[in-house]
Every structure is written in C-alpha cells, then in structure tokens.
C-alpha cells in the first residue's frame, strides 16, 4: 500500500468516556455505534470511505473483541479513556491484500503449491539438491511450503508430531509432486527433548540445510503444560519450534551455501511488545490469555530473527506473515468468529509468500526483516498514524535478556 493510500483510507476510532459520550449523544454531535454496526464498517465501510472519523463509547470499545475484526485499511485508536494509546491493525494481510500485491509483483507467482519445476505456470524456482526441513507440514501452510519444496525438487524433511497425520499428508505431497525424496521425522516442537531427537535424526543424514521453516504452532484458548511442564505456546512457537531448532541445526544451516531460517509469525504481534519473561512465560496460570501468548511468542519470533542476523550473519534470518489464511487452526482458534476475517486468503495465497523466501536469491534478502507477500514490513505500526511509535518496542537490553532466557531454558 503506498503512502498516499495508507493515510487516505484510514479509520480513526476515538474511544470516549461514557458520560462524555452519553453528553454529545444526547446534543447529537456523535452518533452511537454497536458492535453489529462495526463489524458492518469492518467488512464494507472502510473499504469504500477514505478516513473515517468514528466516535466510540467506552463500554462499545470494550464490548467488541477488536481482533475479530477484519479491517481491510488501518485503524488508529486513540483512547481518551486512559493515556491516547494508539493501537493499529496492519493493513493488507486479507485476500484483497494478497491479490493487490500480487499484481505488483516482478516475478511470476504460481497459482499452486504443486507446479513441479518445468511444468506450465512454474515461477521458475529451483530447489534441485536443496535440504528444505518444515515444521508442522501435515497441515494449512505448513502443507502448501512443504508440497511446494517438493515440487521444486528438494529433499524434504516433515517435522510433524502425528506419525498418521504426518503420513498422510506425506502420501499427498509424493503423489501431488511426484518427488519421493521426503521424510518424516515425528516431533512434537512443545517438548525439547523431542526437538532435540529430531534434529539428531536429520543431523545424523545431513551434512547441510539449505532451509528450514519454523511453521508449527497452534493458538489455545486454554492454559495447556507440556510433559516437561512449560506452557505450550511458548515453547511450540519460540522456544523449542524456532530457537532450540534452529540453534541445533546451526552446523547444517551454515555448512549450506545460502543457507536460510524462516520463522512463521503473526500480525497478532503488532500490538504488543515482548512483556517481562515471567509473562511470555505464564509463569502464573491464572493469568493466562491464549491471544496474549499467542502473540508474545509472535513478537519473540520477530526479535530472535533480528538478533540472530545480527550475531549470526552468515545464515538468513527472517520472520514472515502469512497473512489471514484459511487454515485448521483458524478454525480452532475462531470458530464461528471466523466469519468476522473475511475475506480470507486460501492456504496457498497464505504460504506463498513464505515459500518466495525459500527461491529468492539470499543477496535480495534482507537478514533480520519481517516479510509479507515478499515485500519487507514494519515491525511496529502502533504510533499514532500508522507510524512506528514507541508502545511495541523493546530495548537491546529486553533482547538481551530473552536470549539468555532462551539459551538457558534450552540448555544450549
Ligand atoms: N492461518 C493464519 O491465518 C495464520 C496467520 C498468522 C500466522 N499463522 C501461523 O502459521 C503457522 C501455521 O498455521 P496454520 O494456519 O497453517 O495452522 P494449521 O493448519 O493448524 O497447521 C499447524 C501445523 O502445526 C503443527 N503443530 C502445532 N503444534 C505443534 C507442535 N507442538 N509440534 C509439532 N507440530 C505442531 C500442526 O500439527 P497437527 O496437525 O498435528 O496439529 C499442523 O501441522 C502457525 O505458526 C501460525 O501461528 C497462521
């Protein structure tokens, strides 16, 4: 979206305290908006009206479960009931988003994961000899990345913790690909020791990993311990599925020529920043908030991947949104709330942009950068007008920190 765009369709929500409101209402100089009638503008109005100025109760604001709500332009908030802070939803990771930026692409785009390497409507991509290891391949994205290194020709490695599911699915992707070159290695990413027999399996026939995709992951609704008794958010999405993986295969991923991590984040992390680690943690089960945790071990992902370009600079480092996609686990997640993401992408139009980062040549990569549809993104648009602003960030000492945690609780 370029930058006249981005402040020409814009919402402006002013959140106002109830007795305020109440007082303007009643002299009708702002109207009364309901739940119902935001979902409305989320679908339709802010798509066909260029800023829009709405006024909202308190008690509206805080009836509304804001990140149900599809919002195909920014939104900046600003909360008279509390300090003016900003919030922002990005823009663009619908299906509406996916088809604009697809047409600006230089490259040619597939319409499948499956188009094998010289077949019609190919992008001309390669991995012929290429190790390409994805987590939480039986299924939605993971699944589209995995059947598309295999149609690009690499040797592939599924990372799945269902012996059957991942089966299946493997069993699909041969016959979807003809490529019989793809192994299972039967791993739950939420249990170290089990991330740590996996990347033995893999160490064990490999010299060298040219890619490998941090894609496992789930978002509960419900406080769920692993066996070795952390919370499994957490650990599925950042510490076991992206940080002990990643720094066990470092020898395979260096040895490879351009040898690439990709970590599957979210948009759900653009409104918060990396909280002190007894949160990200939920060291306090009461507190627990599946969306929080969620998007905590979301931001986290953003961060490693900064900080290991920095320190790691010879492997490729990146996070990448895949956008709202039409997957099992935004079904698990929303159920019927689902309705409220519309449009949403289908799984290919999610991955695509996650298997671009697996073709591209490393040298148009930026290490450390956070992807969507092929284009680097901000990592914070909670300012007010969509800029940077200040509430998302971390310092290098709050970075610093979370990687001695992680080395730590890894025991790495
Ligand atoms: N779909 C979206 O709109 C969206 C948006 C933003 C980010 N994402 C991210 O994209 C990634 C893929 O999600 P998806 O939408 O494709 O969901 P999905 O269809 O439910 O796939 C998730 C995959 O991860 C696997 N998995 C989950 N927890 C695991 C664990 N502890 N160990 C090993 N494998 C595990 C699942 O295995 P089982 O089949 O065995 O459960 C499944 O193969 C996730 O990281 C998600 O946070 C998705």
Redesign the pocket.
Known sequence: MGTSTLFLKCALFVIVPENIFSYLNRHRIVNDINPIQLDLIADHGTNTIFVQLLFLRETTFHQVRWRNLAFECPCIFFDLTMSCRPFAFHPSIHRTGYLRHKKAYQDPVQLAANIGIKAAGADGVSLQDKVVVV????????KEVATYAAAKGAKLYML???EQ?AQQAKDEIVKATSNSNIHVVL????ELSQVKSAVQQIQSAETHVDALVC?????LNDFTKTSEGREVTFV??LLGGSYLLSQLLLPQLKAAPSGRVVF?T??GMYNYKLPPWDVVTTADESKYNGVDAYAYAKRGQVLLAERLAETIPEVMWVTV??G??D????DDAFGDAKKYLKPLRDPWE?AEGVTWLLGADKDTLENGSLYLDRKTQPKHIAGPFFSEGSFTKNTAKDVDEMMEKLKEAAGV
């Open positions: 987590t939480g391949a039986n299924s939605g994205l993971g799945c913790r269902s599911r791993a739950d990413v939420s894609n496992a992951g789930v978002l599925a999405h599957v979210s948009g949104h895949p709202w996609a997957t099992p686990a935004v999610g």
